[in-house]
């Protein structure tokens, strides 16, 4: 009996289906993201086991040793948290040319210059371009093998001839299955083809690693249902002209989400940074006004990055509030209790700010850095190149105590930092730093008095 074929409409953003375009969709609430697609009657998936599980008692599992694989690469393996799990299904994204291919090249040939077999399945590039590619990377092995293949079945069939330790495939968008008649890139094709990848994974214990492509907004394309399927989720932040890249873990079922890893990109690939502080700090003028420096907790690793801020009166009927790498609703609300509160008149002057490096903070232990550099600027009188200022703000005006101090100011000793502003709430019960002098402030008037103190302008004077 043929197969009957009917047309349906598809939301490419959290995958509703239904019989009719609409504008808006009634589910995620997005706009314009319907897309027309053409369905078949099927019989059973392929590639699907049949075979029924049983349950268990958790406690009889077995679990098997060594369970995670390291790449070799310690940024990469930072943010898997320890290494690629048996089975596991990562998802990577970021922007094109921001590095997922260069980077998964690199970690294939780690791992099978370790003795590993490794598959990268490329749908974008032949083999004669990875082969060009991994010699500008020199990240050659034999045990690395490569092909150019669209077709999810041929890819599950090499996979099975080839038995390889680690699978790549680049990118799943270009992947599509001919039992679906939908075109490649489809969220119906996207959703199949990481689903039939899913299963083959957790049945043979197979880690993959998916590229996918991203929208304009910055999601991974193809519904949100695809970022539930796999088992991590990493996104690659930065620039593409800038040298350096963050690598963050959205979503990750084997470990910390608060991880980052930190790449520089040169001619030769990415490098990773062992020590972000030295490198966002690197360049920094000192004593410049609209400079300060914190502390910004990222997973178990502190990282001391510059918050710029320059504050320039306003031309315009109303004052812009340009923000990057911050957020900015924060940044707004803070500027608002420094009006309210410090009786800085804000309100006619633009704000431009900046975290220098390319990195995004989002956690409140910056808030009194930002404070301190819009202050800064404002006032032109720079904070001392040795200072730090760390405290989460409130809306009366109070310095909140933050976690991971010793943390901190350990990184900042080692940063050569000699000062730092603090809560007065962390200094209780606390011994005296060693090289470090502690300023605690309770409000943000003690704040500016200990940071402008030797200047003729303070914000409460």
């Known amino acids: 009996m043929p197969k009957q074929a009917k047309n349906v409409f598809v939301c490419h953003s959290c995958g509703y289906r239904t019989g009719k375009w609409m504008g808006r969709c009634p589910d995620c609430g997005k706009w314009d993201t319907f897309v027309e697609e053409v369905t078949t009657a099927r019989g059973p998936r392929k590639g699907l086991s049949s075979v029924k599980s049983a349950a268990v008692p958790i ?10 694989l390291e790449t ?21 994204g970021g922007d094109p040319g921001i ?49 150019a293949e669209i077709d999810l079945d041929a890819i599950m069939d090499m996979v099975t001839t080839v038995r390889p330790d680690v699978l790549v495939v680049d990118s799943i968008q270009t992947v599509f299955s001919s039992d679906l008649a939908s075109a490649p890139g489809s969220v119906t094709q996207v959703r199949e083809s990481t689903m039939r990848l899913m299963m083959m994974a957790k049945q043979t214990g197979l880690p993959t690693f998916l590229v996918g492509h991203v929208t304009k907004e910055g999601a991974i394309a193809g519904p949100k249902l695809l ?38 990109m040169s001619t030769g690939g990415l490098r990773p940074v062992p020590n972000p502080s030295a490198v966002f700090l690197s360049g920094r003028k000192t004593d410049t006004p609209g400079s300060v420096v914190a502390a910004s907790m990222e997973g178990s690793r502190p990282i001391l990055v510059e918050i710029q801020a320059l504050v320039s009166s306003s031309q315009l ?30 309100a ?3 704000i431009f700010m900046n975290v220098a490096g390319g990195v995004r903070i989002v956690e409140p232990a910056v808030d009194l850095a930002v404070i301190a550099a819009v202050a800064s600027s ?58 470090m002098e502690l300023t605690g402030v309770r409000s943000l008037a003690e704040a500016m008095d200990a940071l402008f103190q030797s200047s003729g302008r303070s914000p409460n004077g």
Do not use: W
């Open 227 to 264: 970022e539930h399927m796999v088992d991590t989720v990493l996104y690659f932040e930065g620039d593409r002209n800038h040298v350096f890249r963050i690598l963050r873990a959205v979503k990750n079922r084997f470990g910390s989400t608060n991880e980052i890893g930190v790449f520089e």
């Open 99 to 147: 590095g997922k291919s260069t980077l998964m090249l690199q970690a294939l040939c780690s791992l099978a210059a370790n003795g590993a077999r490794v598959l990268y399945v490329s749908g974008e590039e032949s083999v004669q371009q990875l082969r060009l590619r991994s010699m500008r990377l020199q990240a050659e092995h034999g045990n690395l093998l490569v092909a």
């Open 72 to 92: 070799c690469i310690g940024e990469l393996d930072r943010v898997l948290g320890g290494g690629l799990v048996t089975g596991s299904l990562v998802l990577i």
């Open 59 to 68: 406690t009889s599992v077995e679990l098997v040793r060594d369970q995670r």
């Open 378 to 435: 404002f006032l032109d009188k720079g904070v001392a190149g040795t200072t730090m200022a760390l405290g989460e703000v409130g809306l009366t005006g109070e310095v909140r105590a933050i976690g991971n101090i010793d943390t901190r100011i350990g990184e900042a000793q080692k940063m050569g930092f000699s000062r730092c502003i603090v809560p007065a709430a962390n200094l209780k019960n606390r011994p005296a730093a060693r090289n």
């Open 317 to 346: 009927g109303t004052a812009r509030r340009t923000v990057l790498g911050l957020d900015a609703n924060r940044v707004a609300l803070l500027v608002a209790v420094m009006e309210k509160k410090l009786g800085l008149h804000l």
């Open 348 to 350: 006619g002057h633009d």
